[in-house]
């Protein structure tokens, strides 16, 4: 699905999204794919998931807002992987 994400500094940017039932975060936005997203100013470190490779690790942090359609999800935590291999 594609979705507005609005940061902190109030930026809008589309990203298309992946949506896993089975996930227990609300959304992962990667650096790595889109050079516009940016990482929340306060964060904090996190086990953000599992793979076969092992233990997923990075930040969690809060975003402004997601809007989906007339849907809007206000201060959303959101995963960031720390690295391009998720």
């Known amino acids: 699905i ?3 994400v609005i940061q902190d500094d109030n930026s809008r940017i589309q990203v298309k999204l992946l949506i896993d039932t089975g996930a227990s975060m609300a959304m992962w936005l990667s650096v ?4 516009k997203i940016k990482i929340p100013d306060i ?3 996190a086990l953000i998931g599992q793979g076969l490779n092992g233990n997923i690790e990075g930040i969690n942090g809060r975003i402004k807002r997601i809007e989906l359609g007339p849907y809007q999800i206000i201060d959303p935590i959101v995963a960031f ?4 291999q998720e």
Do not use: E, Q, R, W
Request: charged fraction near 20%.
């Open 43 to 45: 964060t904090y470190p």
């Open 81 to 84: 992987p720390d690295s391009g």
């Open 2 to 4: 594609n979705v507005n």
């Open 32 to 35: 790595f794919s889109d050079d």
